[in-house]
């Protein structure tokens, strides 16, 4: 059967319903009933995680929230180019302590939406997600913002979203139908389980 291809329309319909049920979940987990910062993976490459990344922050920006979209994602970086902005740094950069969170977060064409981009190929990020530096920084852009979505590379291949996760309220696993095995996406729900105690769902991205 050939793959459906989603219009924005389908889309934004889409994460309206997702951010409804972080809502909804969070609301049974947390006290101060927020879906606060959001960690978006998925199982393997090539599911789409990006745009329904992106996609997430800009409904919960057009619902009147003040968010950052995070790209902790050096191996494919396309969230700057993908709404049209400038880097003037980069998550990396900014927890090696070479330029500011302030330089480096850029506003988008969306109203309520801020940017902290990523470089391609920047060294020892997984380390650096475990440092101080980075606790620090999500700590502020947590309180700075409402929602902090952040986009990851897939759990096959790499543990960046796990341990991000450790400091997030929820996690969001992108799985595209017939893309991943039965077996890649049990394990890595459980490496999100074992990673924090937030709620995780699934999204199922352009089923067949």
Request: net charge negative.
């Given at each position: 059967m050939a793959q459906k291809d989603f219009s924005m329309?389908?889309?934004d319909y889409m994460m309206e319903?997702?951010?409804a049920n972080l809502r909804f979940a969070m609301e049974a987990w947390k006290d101060d009933a927020t879906c606060g910062s959001?960690?978006?993976t998925s199982t393997v490459a090539g599911e789409g995680k990006s745009i329904i990344a992106r996609r997430l922050a800009e409904v919960l920006?057009?619902?009147g929230k003040n968010v950052v979209l995070v790209e902790a994602n050096s191996r494919n970086p396309v969230l700057?180019?993908?709404l049209g902005v400038a880097p003037?740094?980069?998550l990396s950069s900014v927890i090696r302590g070479e330029v500011s969170a302030g330089q480096a977060i850029v506003p988008t064409a969306v109203d309520g939406l801020?940017?902290?981009p990523e470089i391609r190929g920047a060294s020892g990020t997984l380390d650096l997600y475990g440092t101080e530096r980075f606790d620090l920084l999500f700590a502020a852009l947590s309180e700075a913002y409402d929602h902090v979505v952040v986009d990851t590379p897939d759990l096959s291949t790499y543990a960046?979203?796990?341990v991000i996760f450790a400091q997030a309220d929820a996690a969001l696993l992108v799985v595209q139908e017939n893309c991943a095995t039965r077996q890649q996406v049990a394990d890595a729900y459980e490496l999100l389980s074992r990673a924090g105690d937030g709620f995780i769902g699934t999204v199922l991205n352009r089923a067949r």
């Amino acid at each position: 059967m050939a793959q459906k291809d989603f219009s924005m329309d389908d889309l934004d319909y889409m994460m309206e319903g997702i951010v409804a049920n972080l809502r909804f979940a969070m609301e049974a987990w947390k006290d101060d009933a927020t879906c606060g910062s959001v960690v978006v993976t998925s199982t393997v490459a090539g599911e789409g995680k990006s745009i329904i990344a992106r996609r997430l922050a800009e409904v919960l920006a057009a619902s009147g929230k003040n968010v950052v979209l995070v790209e902790a994602n050096s191996r494919n970086p396309v969230l700057a180019q993908e709404l049209g902005v400038a880097p003037n740094g980069y998550l990396s950069s900014v927890i090696r302590g070479e330029v500011s969170a302030g330089q480096a977060i850029v506003p988008t064409a969306v109203d309520g939406l801020d940017l902290l981009p990523e470089i391609r190929g920047a060294s020892g990020t997984l380390d650096l997600y475990g440092t101080e530096r980075f606790d620090l920084l999500f700590a502020a852009l947590s309180e700075a913002y409402d929602h902090v979505v952040v986009d990851t590379p897939d759990l096959s291949t790499y543990a960046d979203a796990a341990v991000i996760f450790a400091q997030a309220d929820a996690a969001l696993l992108v799985v595209q139908e017939n893309c991943a095995t039965r077996q890649q996406v049990a394990d890595a729900y459980e490496l999100l389980s074992r990673a924090g105690d937030g709620f995780i769902g699934t999204v199922l991205n352009r089923a067949r």
